[in-house]
Each structure stands twice: as C-alpha cells, then as structure tokens.
C-alpha cells in the first residue's frame, strides 16, 4: 500500500455532532418564543434538505452556492413546520450559525491530535471555509488545512470534490486517505484512487440509527473512533 500522507475526514457526522448541536440552538429559540417542538426532529427536518440543496448546485441548475447559504433557505423551509416561522433576522443567524458551534464527538479533539503527530490533518467537508474554521475553534479541532467546499469548487460526492482536495495538498490520491462514517463517501473517495478509514458513529442520527452502523465494504481501516483508528495506525 503506498504510504499515506494525509488524512481528509468528512465532518458532519464524522467528526462533529450535527444533530445534538443544532437541538442544543433551536431548542434555544423555540424558548424563547414560546413555541412546543421536537428540537431533534427540527434538526433531522433541517438536515434532510442537505442532499437536495446540494444536487442542485451538483446538477449544474445552480452555480456554486457556499453551505451557509443553502442552511438560510433551507432554514426557511422548515421553520414554518415547527410553529417557527416568524424567525427575525437575528434568530435566522444564530441558527445558521449553529453549525459554526457543533461539539466533536467525545474522542475527537485527542483522537486527532494523536493522528496529527504523523498525518497531515485536512477537513474534507461540503461546509464552507468560515463554518470549518469556526468550528475548529469552538470545538478544538486541530486541522492542519481546512479544505472548505469553496476551495475544490465540488460538493462530495463528486469526483471532482476529492481529486481537488488531493491537488490543493501537492498529493496523489493513493497518498490521502478518506475518513468517513458514511459508507456512500468512501465508496467515492476511493474511486477517486484515496486510501479509505470507516469510523463508526452509531448515534449519528439519533438511538434508532439503522444507516452506517458497520462496513459495509473492506476499507483499508475499520475503527470505532479516532483513538481507535489511531491505535491501528501505529500512535
């Protein structure tokens, strides 16, 4: 196996708690406003329009939009479900700001400072440059690059979004490796010729998580955390 220079990890999911943060801050305005809902299902309902704003920029119907973006509109797609739908442009902020402020999960800011004393360390995200670096700051993520989608011009999991993040390093693909808890992204990561880690985050969506709760292909390493996937790696 040709020796692995770089680490590229998706993040959402991967390396944060999309959805305990975004409950954390709606749950916030929803007090504040007296309304009754389900942060959780606020924010699943949130992050279900993801995928679709990005197949629009994908399909080329759109030009490239950074992701704070597609979360404004998307905000205002489902805020008039939960009885939110009198948001004041301060509350809008706040809340798309809420994924600038997502917690790491437990073992991931000492998981990656392990992984960094031998690996370059670059956040391979459809997140746009400010949300990563604000990210990074509130929950101690020690990137060594911040790959924003803006930098690849690509949302994953378009080739392009891969082979961009291995060029902008001076890198080959078989010399970065993908780090994932979604099996569809390393799927494409190695057809883009990356070396691949699946790392299990099985409370991703929640206790009735059924998606991405093993490998579903052999990746070259399977881990049950950053700590894990630092052991198998030699730190």
């Known amino acids: 196996m040709s020796a692995v220079t770089a680490l590229l990890f998706d993040v959402f999911g991967t390396v944060v708690n999309w959805r305990e943060g975004i409950s954390r801050d709606v749950a916030i305005i929803a007090d504040q406003k007296g309304v009754s809902l389900d942060p959780a299902a606020f924010a699943d309902s949130w992050r279900a329009e993801y995928q679709p704003a990005m197949e629009e920029v994908r399909s080329g119907r759109r ?16 805020a008039t479900d939960f009885g939110l739908g ?10 798309v700001t809420a994924w600038h402020r997502l917690p790491g999960w437990p073992d991931s800011s000492e998981g990656m400072l392990r992984l960094k004393q031998k690996f370059i360390l670059g956040s391979q995200s459809n997140g746009n440059i400010a949300l990563i670096v604000n990210m990074a700051k ?25 082979l961009n993040a291995c060029t902008a390093l001076g890198l080959a693909t078989e010399n970065c490796m993908m780090v994932a808890a979604h099996n569809d992204d390393l799927v494409e990561a190695r057809a883009a010729g990356m070396k691949t880690a699946f790392v299990c985050r099985p409370t991703e969506h929640g206790v009735g998580q059924t998606k991405d709760l093993h490998a579903e292909q052999d990746w070259e390493f399977v881990a049950q955390d950053f700590n894990d996937l630092a052991d198998k790696l030699g730190l």
């Open 86 to 95: 009198a948001l004041s442009a301060e509350d809008e902020d706040f809340l």
């Open 138 to 162: 509130y929950a101690n993520l020690p990137w060594d690059v911040v790959l924003g989608a803006e930098v690849v011009g690509h949302y994953k999991p378009q080739p392009k979004a891969y």
């Open 63 to 78: 030009s490239f939009t950074i992701l704070d973006v597609l979360h404004r509109e998307n905000l205002k797609k489902v």
